[in-house]
């Protein structure tokens, strides 16, 4: 099928590619542009391993085509430590162990920055609620909700 | 896991859909959100020649308000409408089912006008449509016209648009005076599919009788059902626990659910009765919570 080529600008970088129409966002991500950050779980929506931040509001990589992305503005978790050092987020989730195997953090990160900065000091059952989209097999979950807790209470005002 | 090959096409104009539509037929697919039809594609259960991606034409998103109705278009995502301070003024009804809708990474992506095409019979939009009376508007090659929610389902996955058609706009009544509403479901997890579900609004006279009601379930047949001999016996009585129960053995009685790996036919039909209940019980509390702030 017709290859097409497209131009989009992921953590702050702007990428040139020709995709084939199937290549799914996740794949992209991944193989194309070698970010790995970006896990690949159920790939049909269920697990949330897959999130990315397409405009600044948290998706599926693998519920959308690489191809309609010419001109998107991507943010991967590759995109959230700057310089060596780790996102506020990212600090709150070391310093809880909000993270196990790892498998569903990237996801998780993805999911919830944009949710804490419109979420001051969210109530247990709201963050519960805010995760609800991304699967996790190894914590149980407290420890997530404590880290975002934490970090929704002590990391605002990053982007 | 990978999607089969496919041409992909995405136009700028409604017009230019239209032609694709009837260039490739059947072997053509409308691409709206993606968030139902992807998966399908990743699992291989449909196989579309071609892919006409809705994403690129942005006179098919907008909310507005016309007379007695709001206008929404199709391409309008779940998450504009739940943060649309015109429809939660207007359509509360409508802003607490597509709160319930997927998860919110699902919301950013999908569209009202993909997920009412696609008619799941376990979505809130379609239980949502149907309660409130609203219609589509469906738009062939120089041929426009409005299909009623009630013509619209037509079973699993199946709506009386035709192949060639597009729908652009999604018409929802505004709430009347003295109503209240409730989109009540039970998923096992947030934002999952639900087990059963329930979309009702409840309008009382002035002296406290019911003098309408709208029902109007999902997951519990193979498109949304309308409660309508449930919602008629209500009209005329006072609300209570009684009136409310003996509506909800009506809706036990009409639906015919299904059983799959998630529950049974008949825990869904004991779901149906005692959701109606809930939602009908909620409905007014905010219609009484509305008269007394009148009041007051």
Known sequence: ?159 | MKPPRFAYHDPTTIEEVLDLLHLHGDEAKLLAGGQSLIPVLNMRLTSPKVLIDLGRIPMLAFIREEAGFLALGAMTRHALVERSALVAQRQPLLAEAIRQVGHPQIRNRGTIGGSLAHADPAAELPAVLLALGGSVVVQGRGAQREIAAADLFQGLFTTAIGPTELLTEVRVPVLPERTGWAFVELARRHGDFALAGVACTLTLAPDGQIAGCQLALTGVGAGPVQGSAAASSLVGKMPSATSFAEAAALVQAAVEPESDIHATAAYRRHLAGLLTERALAQALARVSRLEGGAAG
């Open chain 1, 1 to 159: 099928m017709s290859m097409r080529p497209i131009s989009l600008t992921v953590n702050g970088t702007t990428f040139t590619r020709t995709v084939e129409p199937r290549l799914l966002l996740s794949d992209f991500l991944r193989h194309e542009l070698g970010l790995t950050g970006t896990h690949v779980g159920c790939e049909h929506g269920v697990c949330g391993a897959c999130t990315v931040l397409l405009d600044g509001a948290p998706v599926r990589s693998c519920l959308a085509f690489a191809i309609q992305m010419d001109g998107a503005t991507i943010t991967t978790v590759e995109g959230l430590a700057s310089d060596g050092e780790l996102h506020p987020l990212q600090e709150a989730f070391q310093e809880k162990h909000g993270l196990q195997c790892g498998f569903c953090t990237p996801g998780i990160l993805m999911t919830m920055l944009p949710w804490i900065a419109e979420h001051p000091n969210p109530t247990e059952a709201e963050i519960r609620e805010a995760l609800s989209g991304n699967l996790c097999r190894c914590t149980g979950y407290q420890k997530i909700v404590e880290a975002v807790q934490l970090a929704a209470g002590g990391g605002r005002g990053e982007g």
